[in-house]
């Protein structure tokens, strides 16, 4: 599974964006607003389809966003100004990037961090939860994993948190044991059945 990074243009917006709500004292509320619009984004693909669109004049999506977004409140104001200018800079398509840089941003005052536990097969909250607190000693501080199934990993899980990887998966300890056989010069095939 790719994942695919932000850049630091995009951690830029997100400073920028917090900011501003900061200064305005309306936090929470953006906070609650954008993740209305970001739900809004994520299941309508019409949506995020034409604000993303190079071929839609930047013009036609502030109408859009005029038409959808709430200006009556300080922060709807805010989200609707901040939108307006990523649609005239071309850069509504990497919206959800932007998204992404403030959550990572909001982690990092709050000591937080976030990562991915791999699992091959759906597991109890239990496992996850068990999973953050050795993630959380591996880095230092409070660790949150969302769980991502990967049947290709065969069992076991991994826990990937920033540059750091733990991998207790059953593949990787298969294949270490093929690399060791093979540095140890026994064939593969000595352990098939067969004449």
């Known amino acids: 599974m790719s994942t695919v990074n932000t850049s630091p243009v995009d951690r830029i917006y997100a400073e920028a964006l917090l900011q501003l709500a900061a200064d305005r ?4 509320e953006l906070t609650s607003q954008l993740a209305a619009f970001r739900k809004a984004w994520r299941e309508s693909p019409e949506l995020s389809g034409t604000l993303a669109s190079p071929r839609i004049p930047a013009a036609d999506k502030t109408r859009l966003l005029d038409a959808i977004l709430d200006k009556e409140t300080e922060a709807g104001k805010l989200l609707h100004h901040f939108l307006g200018v990523l649609a005239r800079k071309g850069r509504l398509v990497r919206f959800e990037l ?8 909001r982690d990092e005052r709050e000591g937080l961090a976030r990562g991915r536990l791999i699992v091959a097969e759906d597991v109890e909250a239990s496992t996850v939860e068990d999973a953050s607190q050795v993630a959380s000693s591996l880095v230092g501080r409070s660790v949150t994993l969302d769980k991502v199934i990967d049947p290709s990993i065969l069992g076991g899980l991994v826990i990937e948190v920033g540059d750091i990887r733990a991998d207790g998966s059953i593949r990787r300890r298969m294949d270490h044991l093929r690399n060791r056989m093979l540095r140890g010069g026994v064939p593969l095939g000595a352990f098939t059945d067969g004449p």
Do not use: F, H, Q, Y
């Open 25 to 28: 004292s309306v936090e929470d």
């Open 98 to 105: 932007v998204c992404r840089a403030i959550d990572a941003l």
